[in-house]
């Protein structure tokens, strides 16, 4: 394929809204943790198409899955049964501490729901009125309006205010904060066991404990947002599962159909009695297609035992981005779990740092000028970290 990518580039620019500060880069193929673009090049992705692509970038089983099911039914809406859904829906039941699951096609639409969810229990379960959802500063929930209000960063709502009201945020693993804030108007505190897009900041255990008893002493719902914990990505299939804290009710998204948009909330059945029909849907939630590649996933999870080589590979990348801290004066913290890392640097600019290791094949995430974030597919090897680390050692060689 001969394609002019800079006058590609120009032309796109003329149609598209000005969302996104895009790298320089075209891709036309995946495979496994690799990407090619136009001109062939091959990458090391340690992205993933920001933690989607969990079990790497167009697997044959997925494709099969998907291909299967587009050649039989692609979409019928929520008025009808269709077989993906009730079986995706059932597997995860079996897999997690919820019984019953709600379909939608992304992260925030996921986080706009369980809001709705939690509400909706107090109201008309419980009889009670507590509208308040207390979430973490520095948190990210989506970028549709209840999510907005949620998420703890009030420079990405200021310009688009008036927001949802009731909205609390709260330091992040201050457990006194906590204490303070949940009261009698609380219907939930909402929380990501790893504060991804706020920099990769791990929840303390103790404070995800406290939190948890927090709820259950005031009559609150605990939330946990594992849009990108989830799905295997942090060492366990979910992020709580490591902290031994069990929620009311879980968000998932971004891995879960490895790539394919879908969202999903996941209830007790006693949370779950909140919505009756009429108070939530979505025409695409649950669509076929992306049921049926996120059961793909789940069996590409197991039989590749993707979660177990998070776990491995991740502390063995862990340990290797702590030595090159020791080497470095420019990176000054590592933190994370699993294969959620993050590299905090000083006196390096993280976007400069990400564009030179698109020139050298790899490609990294940047979260503002001095967090360097690390999502790679759950199948990343342990040579392909090695290979990431050099090139990193290089760049920041003092
Ligand atoms: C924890 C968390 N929640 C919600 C979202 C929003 O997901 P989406 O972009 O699919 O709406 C993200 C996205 O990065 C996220 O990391």
Known sequence: MNYDLKAALKREAGFLMRTY??????????????????????YVDFVSGLGACIAGHCHAEIIAAVVRQATQLIHVSNLYHTRPQGELAEILVKH?????VFFCNSGTEANEAAIKLARKYMRTVRGEERPRVVTALRSF????????????QPEK???????????????????????EAVDET????LLEPVQGEGGVYVAEPSYLKRAREICRERGALLILDEVQTGMGRTGALFAHQHFGVVPDVMTVAKGLAGGLPIGAVLATEEVAKGFVPGDHGSTFGGNPVACAAALAVLTVLQEEQLVENAALVGKYFRERLQSLQEKSTKAV????LGLMLALELEGADARELVLRCLERGFLVNNIGERILRFLPPLSVSTREVGGLIEVLEELLAD
């Open 141 to 152: 929930h989506g970028r549709t309006y209840g999510s907005l209000a949620a998420t703890g």
């Open 96 to 100: 997690t501490f919820a019984d019953r």
């Open 157 to 179: 709502a200021e310009p688009f205010r008036p927001l949802p009201e009731g909205f609390i945020h709260v330091p992040f693993n201050d457990v006194r904060a906590l204490e």
């Open 333 to 336: 913290e590592v933190r994370g």
């Open 21 to 42: 500060d895009r790298l320089p880069v075209l891709f036309v193929r995946g495979h496994g943790t690799r990407l090619w673009d136009d001109k062939g090049k091959e």
């Open 186 to 189: 609380t219907c939930a505190v």
